[in-house]
């Protein structure tokens, strides 16, 4: 006899008996093999997001009040909510607030929050498991049809969003539905997203718009779903006159709308006091440290940007400084009242400040003094945040690949520790986590407009550093490097004990993608290099198939395209050597 399964949901009476012979694993291997294709950072309350943004009290009311009135309001004929923002607007901040909120009021059907420099995250792979997993769990009965969807379709997870979104989570819930199981009273239906612009891709971004509108608002389905997101062109486009979106959703432009800077205001008003407070300095203590006029100065460089003004609260936060003395250097910064700026303008000028005054102080230090602090600043960023990219196939090489900061600091032979120093100045914008990658750390930056400010050489003007003087500087520290590998290491893996087996394989792996920009400027570290007998090195471990190569290095170093690259460089050296 096949075996007997059956859900109870709700009252004892709503009993769904399903008599078909099933195998014995059902629904269990399936909600297994959902679990392992999901992204718990992208959840409202994962570790990964510990202490994320969110509206500080007493601030954003109003919009706040709009937000959870379209959520609780389940006869809105509009159940779709999208709220634009500039960068640093508090969107990500609403957000987090809305979705405590849906939790404390068991509505919150799930909450997916995507993020830029995360790979979990930052692409379409996960979100209709990681939605279809907060679903599953609020609900057994909706669990159970979940799982029996990826047993029926060992493939579902290699489907378009579509398939995806229809099969794992709008059929799951119209089968409870006909089983009489699905209390309306009850069910978890509100689906938060946000930072949709962070999704890679425009396209991508396109196609979860196009999934949501097709999928998930059917009318027979009960969903009500909160998008947050910049306005860039793939939801721009939908939501315009004539777009896919146009009519079927709700927009709520945050920056056109809601003007943020009483909020602001009180916002800077409740930071400062709470940091006298705390301060060892006795001039902050007194209650006239600050002045009406400082907020003011700060409320109009903010220019209704929250990111602006929490980056001002945390650079005055740093505990081995006063915060008296750091407001005076905040204001130093802010424009003249009356200066016509752009938008961008006042959060760049802060960054700008930021990141020169670290690099004073830390080329301040004598041991420091040889030392180039943004160029090996951008290294860890560029390292820990977005990946390099390949200038031959123009293919990014993924975070997922990369060094760890310890890593780094054993290449660059800068010390342990050194990316601690490097950043000590920059706690304002960013922090220091372990790696989900590595057993060492990488960079966390708070607020991606900072590495937008620092990829653009429009708004970092004199401060930024291109990838290519990047690469070309991790290029020359491998060409030292792979000199002093003793031959054996280049059999050792990445992550493996010893320290210059790590090296080596770090050297590699930058040598490969620095090459040709270290290429275009003949200087003693290639000399050395020739003249040591790097290139033979190199060519012998390419050749050498009865090495063992359990890191795969001997591929790696078939990426120079040996006779092309390294024939050039000879040639190119013969002058010097």
């Given at each position: 006899m096949g075996d007997l399964r059956y859900t109870s949901i709700g009252i004892a009476q709503n009993v769904t008996v399903d008599a078909r012979p099933v195998p014995p694993s059902l629904g269990i291997n399936g909600w297994e093999r959902l679990l392992a294709h999901t992204a718990p950072n992208a959840l409202h309350d994962s570790m990964a997001r510990y202490d994320p943004p969110k509206c500080d009290e007493d601030t954003r009311v109003?919009?706040?009040?709009?937000?959870?009135?379209?959520?609780?309001?389940?006869?809105?004929?509009?159940?779709?909510?999208?709220?634009?923002?500039?960068?640093?607007?508090?969107?990500?901040?609403?957000?987090?607030?809305?979705?405590e909120f849906c939790s404390g009021s068991n509505i919150l059907g799930s909450a997916y929050f995507?993020?830029?420099?995360?790979?979990?995250?930052?692409t379409t792979h996960s979100l209709v498991p990681t939605i279809a997993y907060q679903l599953g769990r609020a609900n057994p009965g909706l669990k159970e049809y979940i799982g029996r969807?990826?047993?029926?379709?060992?493939?579902?997870?290699?489907?378009?969003?579509?398939?995806?979104?229809?099969?794992l989570v709008c059929n799951p819930v119209r089968r409870l539905r006909a089983s009489r199981s699905l209390d309306l009273a009850s069910f978890r239906y509100a689906i938060l997203i946000d930072g949709l612009d962070e999704c890679q891709g425009e396209?991508?971004?396109?196609?979860?718009?196009?999934?949501?509108?097709?999928?998930?608002?059917?009318?027979?389905?009960?969903?009500?779903?909160?998008?947050?997101?910049?306005?860039?062109?793939?939801?721009?486009?939908?939501?315009?006159?004539?777009?896919?979106?146009?009519?079927?959703?709700?927009h709520i432009p945050l920056s056109d709308r809601y003007d943020a800077t009483a909020d602001i205001r009180r916002y800077l008003q409740r930071s400062l006091r709470e940091l006298g407070v705390r301060s060892r300095d006795p001039r902050a203590r007194s209650p006239g440290w600050f002045t009406h006029e400082d907020i003011e100065h700060l409320v109009f460089a903010a220019s209704g940007q929250f990111i602006y003004a929490a980056t001002v609260v945390r650079y005055m936060s740093e505990p081995r400084s006063s915060p008296v003395d750091r407001l005076k250097i905040v204001l130093t910064w802010a424009p003249a009242d009356g200066q016509s700026v752009k938008p961008f303008e006042k959060l760049d000028l802060l960054y700008y400040n930021i990141l020169s005054t670290a690099k004073i102080a830390y080329e301040a230090v004598d041991t420091h003094s040889e030392r180039?602090?943004?160029?090996?600043?951008?290294?860890?960023?560029?390292?820990?945040?977005?990946?390099?990219?390949?200038?031959?196939?123009?293919?990014?090489?993924?975070?997922?690949?990369?060094?760890?900061?310890?890593?780094?600091?054993?290449?660059?032979?800068?010390?342990?520790?050194?990316?601690?120093i490097i950043i000590s100045d920059l706690r304002s914008l960013m922090t220091i986590q372990r790696s989900g990658k590595s057993s060492g750390t990488e960079l966390h930056v708070y607020h991606k407009s900072f590495s937008d400010f620092l990829d653009a050489p429009s708004r970092s003007k004199d401060l930024f550093v291109p990838d290519s003087r990047v690469l070309a500087h991790l290029a020359k520290h491998s060409l030292r490097n792979v000199i002093r590998c003793p031959s054996w290491e280049f059999t050792l893996c990445k992550g493996n004990h010893s320290t210059t087996g790590l090296r080596c394989w770090s050297s590699i792996y930058f040598l490969q993608r620095g090459l040709w920009e270290c290429l275009l400027e003949i200087n003693d570290d290639l000399v050395d290099f020739t003249r040591q007998g790097g290139w033979k090195m190199l060519t012998g471990l390419i050749r050498d198939d009865s090495r063992p190569d359990p890191c795969n290095l001997r591929n790696i170093l078939r990426g120079f395209d040996q006779p092309h690259v390294f024939h050039s460089a000879i040639r190119s050296l013969q002058v010097r050597i």
């Open positions: 109003l919009v706040i009040k709009e937000l959870t009135n379209w959520i609780v309001d389940r006869e809105s004929p509009q159940r779709l909510l999208c709220m634009t923002g500039a960068a640093g607007s508090g969107k990500s901040a609403l957000q987090q607030t809305i979705a995507f993020g830029a420099v995360d790979s979990t995250r930052n969807a990826v047993e029926e379709d060992e493939l579902i997870f290699a489907r378009s969003l579509y398939s995806q979104m229809t099969a396209d991508h971004q396109a196609e979860i718009l196009k999934a949501i509108q097709e999928c998930l608002l059917d009318e027979d389905l009960p969903f009500r779903i909160f998008i947050a997101s910049r306005p860039e062109w793939a939801l721009r486009s939908a939501l315009e006159p004539g777009g896919e979106l146009n009519e079927l959703a709700y180039d602090f943004l160029l090996l600043f951008r290294v860890y960023h560029i390292n820990s945040t977005r990946g390099f990219i390949n200038h031959r196939s123009m293919a990014v090489i993924q975070t997922s690949n990369m060094p760890s900061n310890e890593e780094l600091d054993d290449l660059l032979q800068l010390g342990t520790g050194a990316h601690e």
